[in-house]
């Protein structure tokens, strides 16, 4: 069985996201494992879970909400790692590297987020068009 949030590519590359991310994080000092490492393991599964349980809903209006709280997550987890890059627990290289991915997601959470938004637009058109 197949859902629906599995066929969305944003889901897709912010689950491979997720993947790049973990591996990153083992290059971080021991004693950050239960802070910083912690915090953005969170931030980052985040961003394809919002937009799965985004993807689940019937209404438009949640759904752009999950994708907002998701596009978030991501922004939360990209500041994460320049702090860790300014902590030097990665090179500015790790960050240079993962800046494609994180832009890849970027760009469809963006999209999903238009999408919807037209959408609530043509609903509210036709609820706010006079009657003849």
Known sequence: MSYAF?????????????VIVYQ?????PKFEKYALCDQIRRS????????AEGSGRISPREQLHFYEISYGSLMEAYNQL???????????????????????????LNGLRASIINKLNIIQKTTNTPKP
């Open 82 to 108: 320049i702090l860790a890059s300014d902590l030097k627990y990665i090179d500015i290289q790790n960050l240079k590297d993962i800046q494609p991915q994180i832009d890849v997601v970027a760009r469809m």
């Open 44 to 51: 980052i599964v985040s961003v394809p879970s919002n937009i």
């Open 6 to 18: 599995e066929k969305l590519k944003a889901w897709q590359e912010s689950r491979n996201l997720v």
């Open 24 to 28: 990153l994080l083992d290059k971080f």
